[in-house]
């Protein structure tokens, strides 16, 4: 089972009517990035820093620019080519404890891979897509947000460039 299928698994036995309400909204939250997207996308094979959307877990902050300081999940649209493709994601992240950020990577849904994001510098992370094409939704989970109170070291993630290529 995938990484964030056991944790909605679980969170969704703790609490079902919360999480019914919470994935409702999700996906009407991914409906009105798609949607908008579609009036003004013309053929964008990438996300830019600037362009992530998204909430913290608990809905009380807001990701700007790609930057993710709480659990929570940020949204891109990419127009994919049919077929197997290359997604390529800049990401980085800043420790604590000793422990670096988790990210979840799905498209439409679909997880296509998970990791730890183990440096402070900006690297690109690929994952195998396979799809019929068109304009997709890329959603970046966080999952370990964590603070170390003997240090003040904060674990954070911060998702840069996301694009696609046509894998030959």
């Not at 990438?46 to 940020?74: A, P, R, V």
């Not at 730890?116 to 897509?129: A, C, L, T």
């Not at 070291?153 to 840069?160: A, Q, S, T």
């Amino acid at each position: 089972m995938k990484q964030k299928k056991v944790i909605d698994y679980y969170r969704q036995k703790e609490n079902p009517d919360d999480f019914q309400k919470e994935r409702s909204a999700r996906l009407k939250y991914i409906k009105e990035i798609k949607e908008a997207a579609t009036h003004k996308l013309s053929g964008a094979n990438y996300i830019l820093h600037e362009e992530w959307q998204g909430k913290s877990e608990n809905k009380k902050g807001t990701y700007e620019n790609g930057d993710m300081f709480w659990n929570g999940t940020i949204h891109g649209a990419l127009n994919i080519p049919k077929g197997s493709s290359i997604l390529k994601i800049q990401a980085k992240g800043s420790s604590a404890g000793d422990v670096y950020p988790y990210m979840v990577v799905e498209l439409e849904e679909e997880e296509m891979g998970s990791l730890f994001v183990d440096r402070p510098e900006w690297k690109e992370y690929e994952f195998k897509v396979n799809t019929n094409g068109g304009l997709k939704i890329l959603s970046v989970t966080f999952l370990n947000d964590g603070l170390n109170s003997d240090t003040g070291k904060d674990r954070n993630l911060y998702i840069g460039k996301a694009e696609v290529v046509k894998n030959e």
